[in-house]
């Protein structure tokens, strides 16, 4: 009988999907967009997760958390093995240096300019992430690319308040693009352009980034990155894009594809591994393929183990604004044990003693 929650990670075929998204929710002119960038991200990324049946490892840095020296320690921690995918996104500020011929951007991170110490170059990102020798990296930033004096150089979709709903989606299509070999990496602008974002959508570039990817899953685009890519270029750089002072501007996103292939499709397995605790015992319970009565044992021993600390959780929708329930934890969890429609659980936020979850569908 099932009545605790299989924490153990299953090894063989199974695939990881490791990522890292970090972003400056602190600065003053760009906080409240990149919080809103964050859960974003987030939420597409689990659910992609999903998709494609890989085991997952999801890192967040926010905050006075999203710094140099924790990216990179997360990065050296991450168990890699030879068909893995490590992602990373960051959104926040990025800059340029003057006679650097470096096309990607630096990260501020969470730092000001005085403080350069800690930035992190793009392509020093990418040095540390294929250190690590995954199958496929895939490097994404939302940030600016602006040329300031001053630089050193150094060795970076939201549909409405519902759920999300797989009926339609071909998974068959991300288990393709995401099987790539190789190297992808997108910035949201070229040298020397500055990235927008705003209240209530967060990064443009991002947002682009969404659609596109969406349109892999209905089969509008082909499944390969370079489509993928270039699809979110064509959205981001056909916008017309107008500031608080009424001037006009364009943003031209920047990206670099070198694959070498795709790896045969890898059947996925009936227990799939989540890096956060709480989030496996959440993809436990919603897995029809152990019986109900099993899956709804395990309510006392997850409320007890790991949601003493919520009193509350908040199912948003997908414009991650939108509540679509407000449940104490044992009421939640049953629900979604009991929900024959429900196929993943997303957790997008924990604060303040309210999980803040996403819920996929399959119809």
């Keep these: 009988m099932l009545l605790a929650v299989i924490t153990v990670r299953f ?3 199974a695939q990881t999907l490791h990522t890292v998204v970090f972003c400056n929710t602190i600065d003053e002119s760009i906080g409240k967009s990149m919080s809103i960038e964050l859960q974003n991200v987030t939420n597409q990324i689990k659910t992609l997760n999903g998709l494609i049946d890989y085991d997952m490892d999801f890192h967040s840095l926010d905050g006075p958390n999203c710094t140099r020296e924790n990216l990179k320690l997360v990065i050296d921690r991450l168990e890699v093995e030879e068909n893995d995918v490590i992602l ?36 020093s990102l990418q040095k540390w992430v294929s250190a690590k020798k995954p199958r496929l990296a895939i490097i994404l930033s939302n940030c600016c690319n602006v040329v300031q004096k001053g630089t050193t150089i150094k060795p970076l979709w939201a549909m ?3 759920y999300t709903k797989l009926d339609r989606v071909k998974a068959a299509n991300f288990k393709k693009l995401f099987g790539a070999k190789g190297l992808v990496m997108a910035t949201s602008s070229k040298v020397p352009e500055p990235s927008w974002c705003g209240i209530p959508d967060g990064g443009l570039f991002t947002c682009d980034l969404i659609q596109a990817l969406q349109m892999v899953g209905s089969g509008t685009i082909a499944p390969d990155w370079e489509s993928v890519l ?21 943003q031209h996103p920047y990206f670099k594809v070198d694959l070498s292939g795709n790896t045969d499709d890898i059947d996925g397995h009936d227990n799939r591994w989540d890096s956060d605790p709480l989030g496996q015992a959440l993809l436990e319970i919603v897995n029809k393929k152990i019986d109900q009565s099993g899956r709804l044992a395990m309510i006392p021993n997850i409320l007890d183990k790991y949601m003493g600390g919520f009193d509350k959780v908040m199912t948003v929708g997908t414009d991650m604004r939108t509540a679509v329930d407000y449940e104490n934890p044992r009421d939640f969890l049953r629900r979604i044990c009991l929900s024959p429609y429900i196929k993943q659980v997303n957790i997008i936020k924990k604060a303040d003693g309210i999980l803040t979850v996403h819920e996929v569908r399959v119809k």
């Design 230 to 250: 270039q699809k979110s270029y064509t959205l981001c750089s056909s916008r017309d894009i107008v500031d608080r002072e009424g001037q006009h501007h364009r």
């Design 88 to 123: 990373t996104f960051y959104g926040g500020h990025g800059s340029h240096a003057e006679n650097d011929n470096d096309p990607w951007p630096q990260y501020c991170m969470n730092t000001g300019f005085e403080n350069q110490g800690n930035w992190v170059p793009m392509a």
């Design 11 to 13: 090894c063989g075929e």
């Design 160 to 162: 409405g308040g519902d």
